[in-house]
């Protein structure tokens, strides 16, 4: 089974607006953490944002946020007023447990902002 | 922030040879790191975790004859494709943990091997 499920291939968006990730995830252990990540067409992968499994607040870092439903286990990530340098291939990641540091991803999401 | 360096950045082979990559964390010391694998258009897969001074441990369905790995000191790791074949063409990603309970990894600029 996916431990993470990005169901969108692709988005576009108009530039100054608001976008949102979905990605929802698999895991029986009760520590674990969230990621995400951009990568760009030059191909590295620059760390975004991240969530523990018991942190209660929602994770913020600038524009980007992460709405942590921890019920339905989605960790969707939201760019805020979208800028043409945000398009880019999105990853959603999770770590399992608390001393396991490998990295499952998602398929990704290719988010286009239009001017 | 902390950085990984790749070396090198891309690389094309003759089919037969053998190719090594290299990940350097170059401000941090690393007792782990990763070595993943990314088709185009497609996700992350994680082949090998590397850690400082013991054998790699490989994801199920990688070859660890095919794909050698030696993390020789707390900040390089390299990955040797060995006999490479057009199908091993693919970009190949690398990150590094700077410590014990850091949640972020730090990942390389990748390197992008082409197999004639």
């Known amino acids: 089974a996916q431990k993470i499920t990005q169901t969108q291939p692709g988005m576009f968006v108009q530039e100054k607006e608001a976008v949102t990730l979905d990605c929802t995830y698999d895991?029986?252990?009760?520590?674990?953490?969230l990621f995400w990540y951009k990568q760009p067409s030059s191909g590295e992968m620059i760390f975004l944002i991240y969530q523990g499994s018991y942190d209660e607040q929602n994770a913020t870092e600038g524009r980007y946020s992460l709405n942590f439903q921890k019920a339905r286990k989605s960790a969707n990530l939201v760019i805020s007023a979208s800028q043409l340098g945000d398009s880019a291939m999105y990853f959603c990641?999770?770590?399992?447990?608390?001393?396991?540091?490998?990295?499952?991803f998602g398929a990704g999401t290719t988010v286009t902002v239009r001017a | 922030g902390a950085v990984v360096s790749q070396h090198p950045s891309r690389v094309i082979c003759k089919s037969g040879t053998s190719v090594k990559i290299e990940c350097r964390s170059l401000d941090f010391q690393a007792t782990t790191m990763f070595w993943y694998r990314q088709f185009p258009k497609q996700s992350l897969m994680l082949m090998a975790t590397?850690?400082?001074?013991?054998?790699?441990?490989?994801e199920q369905g990688v070859e660890k004859d095919k794909f050698l790995i030696n993390h020789a000191s707390l900040t390089l790791s390299t990955l040797t494709v060995t006999s490479a074949h057009p199908e091993d063409s693919s970009f190949y990603i690398c990150?590094?943990?700077?410590?014990?309970?850091?949640?972020?990894?730090?990942f390389g600029p990748g390197t992008r091997l082409t197999v004639l």
């Open positions: 895991t029986s252990d009760q520590s674990y953490g």
């Open positions: 990150s590094a943990i700077p410590g014990q309970g850091k949640n972020e990894q730090f």
């Open positions: 990641a999770m770590r399992e447990g608390p001393d396991d540091y490998k990295l499952s």
């Open positions: 590397s850690n400082e001074g013991s054998k790699a441990t490989y």
